[in-house]
């Protein structure tokens, strides 16, 4: 009977916490569009969110930056007149000085991040869902975000390319995407190409599916 009790208890704790975040996220958002004094920043700030809750939340997609930059960069400029600054750089977590190469939407300087609150645990800290700058999710961790690599972040690479072996090819690798994506956010002929070449279900097409 007490381990039922315990069982009970836990669950109770569980979906009370829950309730918690669920009543925070909504005053977090509500916060967040009283103090949008424009239309296109309410715009920015609807779509950012309606692709987290409607497409990256529900499919547990995790590790889909480039795609989610590229498709709130095309879809904010073509379908509603908005340019925003897809950028790509790094993020690091505050545990070491590993930079990871990222990508995320700025609007007037504001970030809009939607892919690094929902992390794979084995792999990173989650950050905050940041819409506008303002974290509507907290995170594990405060994520500070670099637009190039900082001395700390070049150090970090240099000792991990003289270790050699699978972290140092696998840190080449990194780099080479993260070059090539950096292009290909330059130049929108080259966005389009990559989302068209992206695996069914992760194209622009089917992420405007979840957007008004």
């Known amino acids: ?41 309410h715009a920015v700030a609807t779509a950012a969110i ?8 529900p499919n547990r997609y995790t590790g889909g930056c480039y795609l ?26 505050g545990t070491d ?3 990871i190469s990222h990508a995320w ?4 300087g504001r970030k809009v991040d939607i892919t690094l609150n ?21 995170g594990r961790a405060v994520y500070s975000y670099h637009a190039a690599l900082n001395a700390a972040g070049e150090a970090a690479n240099a000792a991990i390319e003289s270790g050699g072996g699978f972290p140092a090819q696998l840190l080449r690798h990194k780099q080479a995407e993260h070059e090539g994506i950096v ?7 080259l966005m389009v190409q990559h989302q068209a070449l992206a695996p069914p279900g992760l194209r622009y097409a089917d992420m405007r599916a979840h957007l008004d």
Not at 50 to 57: A, K, S
């Open 1 to 41: 009977m007490q381990y039922f009790r315990a069982a009970a208890d836990r669950k109770g704790a569980t979906m009370g916490e829950a309730t918690q975040r669920a009543r925070a996220y909504g005053e977090a958002k509500a916060g967040l569009f009283a103090g949008l004094a424009d239309p296109q920043s």
């Open 50 to 57: 309606q692709l987290f809750e409607r497409f990256v939340l």
């Open 118 to 138: 929902l992390v794979d645990p084995q792999i990173s800290l989650s950050g905050d869902l940041l819409v506008l700058d303002h974290a509507l999710r907290p």
């Open 183 to 189: 292009a290909k956010m330059a130049q929108p002929a």
């Open 68 to 93: 989610t930059t590229m498709f709130l960069h095309r879809y904010l400029a073509d379908e509603r007149g908005i340019i925003t600054v897809p950028v790509v750089g790094y993020v690091n977590d």
């Open 97 to 99: 000085d590993i930079m």
């Open 105 to 108: 939407n700025e609007y007037q």
